[in-house]
């Protein structure tokens, strides 16, 4: 009166079963033996759809290059700009951001950024008037 479930496996024909990996198999043998599917596949199917598979591929690599000749020939007219190569130098937690003595206003330019420096009123020779 006990229910055995149901034990699916692939016979490794070239390999031993060990050096096998994920992805090694179609997907379709992934998901009956993962019993995300009742029925084996068939050659036919794993052959339709390797074929859709690479089409979509070649689709998707078309699509890439034809979009990037339309964003070179925009570049080219003015119609967008070119990304901006941001150059990262440091990090925020950096104990030095490249000023020796510290200020009370933070300073930036286009590439860097020096945060201002707190002090506490009367510490400062200027500030007792």
């Not at 074929?51 to 070179?72: G, P, T």
């Not at 707190?118 to 400062?124: E, T, Y």
């Amino acid at each position: 009166g006990q229910i055995i479930p149901e034990r699916r496996f692939v016979e490794a024909v070239n390999r031993e079963a060990y050096q096998y990996q994920i992805g090694d198999f179609p997907a379709e043998w992934e998901a009956w033996i993962r019993k995300k599917r009742e029925d084996p596949p068939t050659i036919e199917e794993i052959l339709r759809n390797e074929n859709y598979r690479e089409d979509m591929k070649q689709k998707v690599k078309d699509v890439s290059e034809k979009d990037k000749l339309l964003q070179a020939k925009e570049y080219e007219e003015g119609l967008v700009a070119e990304p901006s190569h941001t150059q990262v130098k440091g990090h925020a937690s950096a104990p030095y951001y490249g000023k020796k003595e510290p200020s009370q206003d933070p300073t930036s330019t286009a590439n860097t950024f020096q945060p201002g420096a707190w002090m506490p009123p009367g510490s400062g020779s200027s500030q007792n008037k």
